[in-house]
């Protein structure tokens, strides 16, 4: 908690303002936050490489009891579940020319078929609304009101 508290003070944000921290996520989505420092990715694609070469290590000198021709050979299950995968995804390919459907296929029921009215269109352009921050906009789309503070410190 003070180290979200200390986040928030570098990046200007005050106390009343809207947080993106771990308190806004979903719960589901906390367990894969690491997967944001690339630092973390690098670790775990090498221990992910660690693994495989101890799991390859394993298959040379585990004995086998083969019932397949070629099951006997180092790799195989490893070669045979890359092969079967990449069969996979290229017959998913045909698959598509029968379940594909044309972008209008849902035309006259969906919700981008409709047309906007003009009169309650409002279009402005960044002239017109110069002190507007990314997250003003966000909270103004969400129908939350900005404070008077957070509109000066945008200006500045």
């Known amino acids: 908690m003070a180290m979200n508290s200390d986040k928030q003070a570098d990046s200007g944000m005050g106390a009343g303002a809207d947080s993106t921290g771990p308190e806004s996520m979903a719960p589901l989505a906390r367990y894969f936050q690491w ?9 775990f694609i090498r221990i992910l490489s660690y693994v495989c070469v101890v799991l390859f290590l394993i298959d040379i000198v585990w004995p086998r009891y083969t019932k397949v021709p070629g099951e006997g050979l180092w790799g195989f299950y490893a070669i045979i579940g890359f092969v079967f995968f990449s069969l996979f995804v290229i017959a998913s390919r045909f698959l ?4 594909e459907r044309g ?3 849902y035309a006259p029921d969906c919700v981008d078929a409709e047309e906007y009215p003009e009169s309650a269109t409002e279009q402005l352009n960044h002239v017109q609304r110069p002190n507007d921050t990314l997250s003003s906009l966000g909270r103004q789309m969400l129908g939350r009101r900005n404070s008077g503070s957070e509109r000066e410190g945008a200006s500045s």
């Open 35 to 43: 997967t944001d420092n690339p630092a973390s990715v690098d670790r």
């Open 103 to 105: 972008a209008d296929y």
């Open 96 to 99: 598509r020319l029968f379940t």
